[in-house]
């Protein structure tokens, strides 16, 4: 069983910023492949926002680039989306998203942490 914990949810302002983190953890051992954050608002589905592959190619969705950078630690199993010029339409439960081999394939989610950008 992995884990992932997300850290760095919040209220900020439009205009602001935000750092979102999240770590991968299991007693057992297991090796991280893609991460990324997708991102749900009330009332719609959960869309994709950034994703990095273990040799940090990135992919971000139209709405965000120039405004996020998604980042990882390969040896803390930790990936993390750094949001700048937030906007009221970035307010959203983001949730991390990781790719994992514990041998068998695995795709986890984490609980989700709400970002509120007030305008």
């Known amino acids: 069983q992995v884990q992932l914990v997300e850290s760095g949810g919040g209220l900020v302002q439009a205009g602001g910023s935000l750092r979102l983190s999240c770590t991968a953890s299991?007693?057992?051992?297991?090796?991280?492949?893609?991460m990324g954050w997708y991102r749900q608002a009330p009332g719609k589905q959960r869309e994709l926002v950034a994703t990095?592959?273990?040799?940090?190619?990135?992919n971000y969705a139209d709405s965000v680039k120039g405004r996020f950078t998604i980042s990882r630690d390969n040896a803390k199993k930790t990936v993390y989306l750094q949001m700048n010029s937030l906007k009221p339409e970035d307010t959203a439960v983001y949730y991390c998203?990781?790719?994992?081999?514990?041998?068998?394939?695995?795709?986890?989610w984490g609980q989700g942490t709400l970002v509120t950008v007030s305008s």
């Open positions: 998203n990781a790719q994992v081999v514990v041998p068998r394939y695995l795709e986890v």
């Open positions: 299991s007693g057992n051992p297991f090796v991280v492949h893609d």
């Open positions: 990095i592959t273990n040799g940090y190619s990135t």
